[in-house]
């Protein structure tokens, strides 16, 4: 069971560049969504932080990959494992640099 009650903030600046990395990196158009939630997780045997992510199409289903981890520990591993999980075949190398802090 998935229940918002996490008392700390996501960074919502790593929040952003996981959106625009997906987004760059999938190249997707401008009526795609691409959603990112920090969720505090009260199941037992659950991670206590996980990072949902989704992606939102006009006429194709929704799409959603849970990380066990929060959105600062998120990586461009996970984000490889993101687009496997949707069918989309991204490397590292592509992902990476668009993770990166300014």
Same mark, same amino acid.
């Given at each position: 069971?998935?229940? *918002? %009650?996490?008392?700390?903030?996501? *960074?919502?600046?790593?929040?952003?560049?996981?959106?625009?990395?997906?987004?760059?990196?999938?190249?997707?158009?401008?009526? %795609? %969504?691409?959603?990112?939630?920090?969720?505090?997780?009260?199941?037992?045997?659950?991670?206590?932080?996980?990072?949902?992510?989704?992606?939102?199409?006009? #006429?194709?289903?929704?799409?959603?990959?849970?990380?066990?981890?929060?959105?600062?520990? !998120? #990586?461009?591993? #996970?984000?490889?494992? !993101?687009?496997?999980?949707?069918?989309?075949?991204?490397?590292?190398?592509?992902?990476?640099?668009?993770?990166?802090? *300014?």
């Amino acid at each position: 069971m998935l229940i *918002n %009650t996490s008392p700390r903030r996501p *960074n919502l600046e790593r929040v952003r560049r996981i959106k625009e990395a997906l987004r760059e990196a999938l190249s997707l158009s401008h009526d %795609t %969504t691409v959603t990112v939630t920090e969720l505090a997780c009260l199941e037992e045997g659950c991670a206590p932080i996980e990072t949902v992510v989704g992606l939102l199409r006009p #006429d194709a289903p929704q799409l959603q990959y849970k990380l066990h981890k929060p959105t600062d520990a !998120v #990586d461009a591993e #996970d984000l490889v494992q !993101v687009c496997t999980a949707w069918g989309f075949d991204v490397q590292i190398p592509v992902l990476a640099p668009l993770l990166q802090e *300014n």
